[in-house]
């Protein structure tokens, strides 16, 4: 079985962390961010076993080209 990586967004809320994987749009949460880790895992897990063999094969074309960038505003007083 061949492995592919997807990206995590991690959010503090709180007491807990929210965690989000951009590319297929698959969020989850956690009391911390090794539990938020492992959950957003179990969830994409999940929804990559519901997607068609077509779904499949678009998400292995898009692998390896994503940008992930940081950008900085200026908040209004």
């Given at each position: 079985?061949?492995?592919?990586?997807?990206?995590?967004?991690?959010?503090?809320?709180?007491?807990?962390?929210?965690?989000?994987?951009?590319?297929?749009?698959?969020?989850?949460?956690?009391?911390?961010?090794?539990?938020?880790?492992?959950?957003?895992?179990?969830?994409v897990e999940?929804?990559?076993?519901?997607?068609?063999?077509?779904?499949?094969?678009?998400?292995?074309?898009?692998?390896?080209?994503?940008?992930?960038?940081?950008?900085?505003?200026?908040?209004?007083?």
């Amino acid at each position: 079985m061949d492995k592919i990586s997807f990206s995590i967004v991690l959010i503090p809320e709180g007491n807990s962390y929210s965690s989000w994987c951009p590319e297929l749009d698959v969020a989850s949460q956690g009391h911390s961010v090794e539990e938020a880790m492992a959950n957003l895992k179990e969830a994409v897990e999940l929804h990559i076993e519901c997607l068609s063999p077509n779904e499949l094969q678009v998400i292995r074309s898009k692998h390896g080209k994503r940008l992930v960038s940081m950008m900085e505003i200026t908040m209004p007083a």
